[in-house]
Structures are given as structure tokens and as C-alpha cells.
């Protein structure tokens, strides 16, 4: 089945880019997406890409996609201390019906 | 748009009761639902997947007959934890998909969990 790793922590200072970096194993994903979920709550979309598009732009976000590496990342410009949490990339797979699956997030602390 | 609640957010119970979570969708029609569980500082764990009128599928692993997953309607799924025990401690939460988008399944919007503390 399909592997998705991250790492788990990344540090910044305020101000500064993040880059949060994703790996998966199975060539056949077709969207996959960005999540954050801050402390004791739900999973927030942030952004997703299709397996087609290398790059993507949504304000302070920017996703890449390396489909040949298999190598997800999201930039945050500009990082904020409300950007502290902990973010999850997630995979689709068709051919697995409508699942996705989740990396083991990476926490990003901001600091100020 | 695209907005799933969950209730209770959270609950604590005593070791043997059993306990109900709701998910529901609020503004659109979820023709898929999903179940997963969380452990502190951990990634989501997906437990079963179910479409309205159907049988869940659970994930390998996962009891059936202690987590009892009913998918009445396309805006309501609930998921029942039968005799808890407090190892079920954990974070769950629901998401769901309105289904096929422009001929591929993308959308599942995720609802803000629930809590569930075993004593």
C-alpha cells in the first residue's frame, strides 16, 4: 500500500519561509493535499494539488510537486506564530476507492 | 460551504458503557463517510469507510463489533464505541465526501472530532 513520510519537527522564526517536506511511494496518486490541525482540534484543508500540476499557489502557500522523486512539499511565506501547528500531507489513490493516506505530520513551531 | 460537525466534542465515560458519535455533514450530501482515530502526537488512522444504506468497510485490524458504524442517511453517520475500555481513549474524528467531483473522487471535509476519555 501507499507510504507517505514526513519529517516530524520544523523550527522557524517569525517572518521567515517554512518548508515542510512529504515523500509517498505510489506513482499512481492522484490528488494530494496539505492539512493543519492546531492543538485538540480537526484537520483544516489548506490546500491540495492533482498529480498533474507541479506547482500551485494560494497566497502564502505555494505546493511543489516532484511526481518523478514522489516528493510533496508546502512553503509558507511570511510565517506567523498562528501558523504553529501541526501539518499532515495526505495522498488519494483512486484505485484504493476514496482513501487517503495521511504522513505522521510535522509540528511547526514559530518562534518570535 | 463544505462543513462537517461532530457531537459530542468530547465525552467521558465509564469502563464498559457504550458511547455514540455523530458525524454530520451541514450543507451537502456525503455519500461516503469515514472514521478515524487519532493518538496523541500521532497521524490519523483510518478504521472504516461506509456509504449510506450500506455495511461499513473496516480496515484490517478494527473491531466491527466493537465499533459499530451506521450510515442512516447522506448527511448523518455515527460510529458507536461498544463496551469501552480505556485503551479506546483517543481522539476520533469523521470526515466525508460528497462523492464523485468532475468524474474523480477528491473532496472530504473533515469534522473537528471528538474526544473520547475512558475512566
Not at chain 2, 447522506?74 to 480505556?86: D, E, G, N, R, W
Not at chain 2, 477528491?106 to 473537528?112: A, D, K, S, T, V
Request: net charge neutral.
Amino acid at each position: 500500500g501507499e507510504d507517505v513520510e514526513q519529517s516530524l519537527f520544523l523550527s522557524v522564526r517569525e517572518g521567515d519561509s517554512s518548508v515542510i517536506n512529504c515523500t509517498y511511494t505510489d506513482s499512481s496518486s492522484t490528488y494530494l493535499y496539505w492539512y493543519k490541525q492546531e492543538p485538540g482540534a480537526g484537520l483544516q484543508l489548506l490546500t491540495y494539488i492533482f498529480s498533474n500540476m507541479d506547482m500551485k499557489q494560494d497566497q502564502r502557500l505555494t505546493v511543489l510537486l516532484n511526481k518523478k522523486d514522489k516528493h510533496l512539499s508546502l512553503r509558507i511565506a511570511d510565517t506567523q506564530t498562528g501558523d504553529s501547528a501541526i501539518y499532515f500531507c495526505a495522498v488519494l489513490n483512486n484505485n484504493a476507492g476514496n482513501m487517503l493516506t495521511f504522513g505522521g505530520g510535522t509540528r511547526l513551531m514559530v518562534k518570535p | 460551504g463544505a462543513v462537517v460537525s461532530q457531537h459530542p466534542s468530547w465525552v467521558i465515560c465509564k469502563s464498559g458503557t457504550s458511547v455514540k458519535i455523530e458525524c454530520r455533514s451541514l450543507d451537502f450530501q456525503a455519500t461516503t463517510m469515514f472514521w478515524y482515530r487519532q493518538f496523541p502526537k500521532q497521524s490519523l488512522m483510518l478504521m472504516a469507510t461506509s456509504n449510506e444504506g450500506s455495511k461499513a468497510t473496516y480496515e484490517q485490524g478494527v473491531e466491527k463489533d466493537k465499533f459499530l458504524i451506521n450510515h442512516a442517511s447522506l448527511t448523518l453517520s455515527t460510529l458507536t464505541v461498544t463496551s469501552a475500555h480505556p485503551e479506546d481513549s483517543s481522539f476520533y474524528i469523521c470526515s466525508a465526501s460528497p462523492g464523485l467531483a468532475g468524474g474523480i473522487k477528491y473532496e472530504q471535509y473533515f469534522g473537528p472530532g471528538t474526544r473520547l476519555t475512558v475512566t
